[in-house]
């Protein structure tokens, strides 16, 4: 498998607070990676680098050849690297469908002269959305609430909703953030069946999460930081037998 995304040497700071240092590591294609860390890791400064949320101090990053380094968050969604967030972040007043064309948003053309005039490559750019809307509420099993309130939602099914529109960008490499937070274990095995579900789509998957039950059950590799640096990476049985990562998690007796 080639590497889909190649991150190197990436340091990020916030004043004299070092997040993440020197960090360096692969993502598959066609993989589902992910990066663990206790609380306070670096992990989401790490994402927020990759998907142009934050300009890396230094270190490149790489997807599909392209240096995302200084480049807009949504020219990243453009070339197929697209997020979800730790924090639920929904239009709670549009209906779900509506959510999830919004997703639609970076694979479209129309502008204001097509929303006025409403040619025919307008209406067709307008049928073809609302069928790849559809086809994700569809997939995500989140049909039956089409034309709902995302804000009426359980809890469970706008995580859901979220990796819906996310899924309408057709990304090719899928970022979520701590996308079990919150959810019982019902829903944590609904979720683990959906991740595998996208990566048989042809999506390669990132995630964090501190759910050590559904990465250790769903992830081919597994980085593992600690205070931003990286201590560990490989199998989740590599990464669950490692000594620097036992004491990372539970501490070590000082004896």
């Given at each position: 498998?080639?590497?889909?995304?190649d991150v190197?040497?990436?340091?990020?700071?916030?004043?004299?607070?070092?997040?993440?240092?020197?960090?360096?590591?692969?993502?598959?294609?066609?993989?589902?990676?992910?990066?663990?860390?206790?609380?306070?890791?670096?992990?989401?400064?790490?994402?927020?680098?990759?998907?142009?949320?934050?300009?890396?101090?230094?270190g490149s990053?790489?997807?599909?050849?392209?240096?995302?380094?200084?480049?807009?968050?949504?020219?990243?969604?453009?070339?197929?690297?697209?997020?979800?967030?730790?924090?639920?972040?929904?239009?709670?007043?549009?209906?779900?469908?509506?959510?999830?064309?919004?997703?639609?948003?970076?694979?479209?053309?129309?502008?204001?002269?097509?929303?006025?005039?409403?040619?025919?490559?307008?209406?067709?750019?307008?049928?073809?959305?609302?069928?790849?809307?559809?086809?994700?509420?569809?997939?995500?099993?989140?049909?039956?609430?089409?034309?709902?309130?995302?804000?009426?939602?359980s809890y469970?099914?706008?995580?859901?909703?979220?990796?819906?529109?996310?899924?309408?960008?057709?990304?090719?490499?899928?970022?979520?953030?701590?996308?079990?937070?919150?959810?019982?274990?019902?829903?944590?095995?609904?979720?683990?069946?959906?991740?595998?579900?996208?990566?048989?789509?042809?999506?390669?998957?990132?995630?964090?999460?501190?759910?050590?039950?559904?990465?250790?059950?769903?992830?081919?590799?597994?980085?593992?930081?600690?205070?931003?640096?990286?201590?560990?990476?490989?199998?989740?049985?590599?990464?669950?037998?490692?000594?620097?990562?036992?004491?990372?998690?539970?501490?070590?007796?000082?004896?």
């Amino acid at each position: 498998m080639a590497a889909l995304l190649d991150v190197r040497d990436l340091t990020h700071t916030f004043g004299g607070l070092t997040a993440v240092n020197e960090l360096s590591f692969q993502v598959q294609e066609g993989s589902i990676a992910s990066l663990i860390g206790p609380n306070g890791a670096g992990k989401t400064t790490v994402f927020n680098c990759i998907t142009g949320m934050y300009r890396p101090r230094q270190g490149s990053v790489v997807f599909r050849g392209h240096s995302l380094r200084g480049m807009r968050p949504h020219r990243i969604a453009q070339l197929g690297l697209v997020r979800t967030f730790q924090s639920i972040r929904l239009f709670p007043n549009m209906t779900v469908v509506d959510n999830v064309l919004a997703g639609r948003h970076c694979r479209t053309r129309s502008g204001v002269a097509g929303a006025i005039f409403r040619p025919p490559s307008q209406l067709r750019e307008e049928r073809e959305s609302l069928q790849a809307a559809d086809e994700m509420l569809d997939f995500v099993e989140l049909t039956a609430h089409r034309d709902d309130l995302a804000a009426g939602l359980s809890y469970g099914d706008q995580r859901r909703l979220e990796i819906a529109r996310a899924l309408a960008t057709q990304p090719t490499l899928l970022v979520l953030d701590e996308p079990a937070a919150g959810m019982n274990p019902a829903e944590k095995d609904r979720l683990a069946g959906l991740i595998h579900r996208i990566r048989d789509r042809g999506v390669t998957v990132l995630l964090i999460d501190h759910d050590m039950r559904l990465i250790m059950g769903i992830s081919d590799h597994v980085t593992v930081l600690n205070y931003g640096r990286k201590i560990a990476e490989g199998t989740p049985r590599e990464v669950q037998s490692n000594p620097a990562v036992i004491e990372a998690y539970l501490g070590a007796d000082e004896e």
